[in-house]
């Protein structure tokens, strides 16, 4: 049996084993699982006036592929840095809501952001620009997930832009 051991062909089978379980691994650890997000659902521009006082609405939403409820909500980052607001704000229900908004049946994910936290955390940024929103996170089993959306960022004017996105969602709200 020592001589099989010993044997190139089953030194190379293991390798290849070890090799596999090895590149596996990395992959699982690796992977993000892409999620669809929306700002500012029903809005398809996503303006963000700088003066805005309010809240930035973000929905993940569900797929076939991805259930919301599998989020853990604590882990859920904006642009590495801004937190959801946990706390009801204004007319609010809750801060953090799951329903249909885009109304395919799928559960989403409603989140509420803080404009200037969010605002804060884009840097130098000018009027005009479309910067890209970045979200992440993990899921319950311990996988990250991500998902991407554009803002248009406004300078000028008094912040009814951002009002417009928020009143946008009423509709959606499950009644
Ligand atoms: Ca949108
Ligand atoms: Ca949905």
Redesign the pocket.
Known sequence: MGKILRSPHLVAATAAVLFVLVFGAGNAFSQVVPAMM?????????PLNVKSRGVLPV?ILGTDDFDVTSIDPASILLQDSVMPLRTAAEDDASAIDCNDQNGDGLLDLLLKFDSQETIAALGQINDGDVIILSLGGSLLDGSEFAGQ?TVLILMKGNGNQANLGRSALAPGHNK
């Open positions: 929306d700002v500012k659902p029903g809005s398809c521009v996503n929905a959306d």
